[in-house]
């Protein structure tokens, strides 16, 4: 199958790293390269690294990449990427871009079971490594499946869900994608889809528990902010409300000056603002961009410099 990535919100991203020639860069989630090459142009004597979870992405950005010898390709999750960079001696770098999700690849990709759409093998790995939807589907309690789906997936009908899945591997595992769908599109009533397909919910939550993508979104962001040099810029794009409230969060904590009590007649805390919001609100993507990928229709660009 060919790897194939929509880059999203790609000028938008370019602009917003306000790239230096001579500047050290990460694209943290490279997937098919694409926000990758358009920085790697920009630079005549800096520094790109380009990293992904996903082998099978690694193979593809190294080879796309391989044309630029500033720029190096290594297989990592994006939140461990600030202890390599120190690892290899940098002091800082300037820039930072994370295309948080999953890549188009990996959803039209039937053997990595990411999609409804498509009959395959519940995985839902990033990185093919770790615990698998199958294994959580099939082995968690119905407590735990249902908290998964609720916290993660926003899932009204969670323990409806979770006590047919236990119905159903009590006379066989689950092992499909087709299976599960079938198991929730019997667990939610049809007028509260309103027209979305009724195990989107619980596909998402599914991938975000197995990747453990909250977490590592939270830890990546302090970690990434920790090694930006003075002006750097972090810019981070998501595709869903529970990966904007911690990016939002995260940004808000980060731009916060005093934090003493408004009866206090002068600032006692001496907190400053650790950055300026480069984007008040978030950017979204152009009709023209929407008219090419849907996909990017809930994509959210927020841009932050480290003061």
Do not use: W
């Not at 080879?63 to 002091?91: C, Q, T, Y």
């Not at 800082?92 to 999953?102: E, M, P, S």
């Not at 188009?104 to 759409?117: I, K, T, V």
């Amino acid at each position: 199958m060919k790897f194939e990535h929509f880059s999203v919100l790609l000028d938008e991203c370019i602009e917003g790293l306000n790239i230096h020639s001579d500047g050290v860069y990460v694209d943290g989630t490279a997937g098919g390269a694409g926000h990758s090459i358009e920085i790697a142009k920009k630079l005549e004597k800096g520094m790109l690294i380009s990293a992904d979870r996903d082998k099978e992405a690694v193979n593809i950005i190294s080879e796309r990449l391989k044309s630029f010898d500033f720029a190096s390709v290594i297989h990592k999750n994006f939140k461990d990427i600030p202890n390599h960079i120190k690892d290899i001696g940098l002091l800082g770098v300037d820039g930072v871009l994370l295309d948080l999700g999953v890549s188009s690849y990996q959803l039209d990709n039937p053997d990595r079971g990411f999609s409804y759409r498509y009959d395959a093998p519940l995985d839902m790995r990033m990185g093919q490594t770790g615990i698998s939807a199958k294994e959580v589907i099939n082995n968690f309690s119905v407590e735990e499946i249902a908290k998964i789906l609720y916290n993660f997936g926003e899932e009204k009908f969670s323990f409806s869900i979770a006590r047919n899945i236990e119905k159903e591997r009590n006379i066989k595992d689950i092992e499909s994608t087709f299976e599960l769908v079938d198991i929730i599109k019997r667990s939610v009533p049809y007028k509260y889809t309103k027209g979305k397909h009724p195990a989107k919910k619980t596909f998402q939550a599914l991938r975000i528990f197995v990747n453990n993508e909250l977490d590592d979104i939270s830890i990546g962001i302090d970690n990434f902010f920790d090694i930006l040099n003075p002006k750097g810029r972090l810019v981070v794009i998501s595709f869903h409300s529970l990966e904007d409230r911690i990016i939002k969060k995260k940004f808000n904590e980060f731009a916060t000056g005093c934090i003493c009590s408004k009866n206090f007649p002068i600032c006692i805390c001496n907190q400053k603002p650790k950055c300026i919001k480069i984007t008040k609100k978030p950017i979204f993507p152009s009709l023209n961009e929407l008219s090419e990928n849907n996909r990017s229709r809930s994509a959210k660009l927020r841009i932050i410099e480290k003061v």
